[in-house]
């Protein structure tokens, strides 16, 4: 007889569920009942539909949106939608750019030091 399979998280608990999204399969203490998801997929959620794994935070707000969700401005920034249309035709913000130049000041101090 064989032993049961262990939680591909915990690797101490005996696998009760199934990850709709990874395949991984997992205890009940590191799974999440109302999504049908592993504790890992449950923290990469995207935080707008709770559906799929996201692909980016949003660059404002920083909530994790998935390539649906998101609004992709470059192939690096992403804006969540409530972010995309409160910036609609002001990209980027004022406050955004000051922040990031602010930041990059800062990161060649300390090369340059």
Same mark, same amino acid.
């Given at each position: ?24 399969? +997992? &205890? ?7 999504? =049908? !998801? ?6 990469? *959620? %995207?935080?707008? #539909? ?9 660059? +404002? &707000? ?7 969700? =998101? !609004? ?6 992403? *804006? %969540?939608?409530? #972010? ?30």
């Amino acid at each position: 007889m064989s032993e049961p399979r262990l939680c591909e998280v915990c690797r101490r608990r005996p696998a009760r569920h199934r990850c709709r999204l990874c395949g991984r399969v +997992v &205890c009940s203490e590191d799974y999440d009942e109302a999504r =049908g !998801v592993c504790r890992f997929c449950a923290e990469t *959620l %995207c935080q707008v #539909c709770s559906e799929r794994l996201a692909v980016a935070s949003c660059e +404002v &707000c920083g909530r994790l949106v998935c390539d649906e969700c =998101g !609004v992709q401005l470059t192939p690096v920034i992403w *804006l %969540c939608p409530s #972010c995309a249309a409160r910036f609609r035709g002001e990209w980027p913000p004022r406050s955004l750019v000051l922040s990031e130049a602010r930041e990059l000041a800062s990161r060649l101090s300390r090369v340059l030091r």
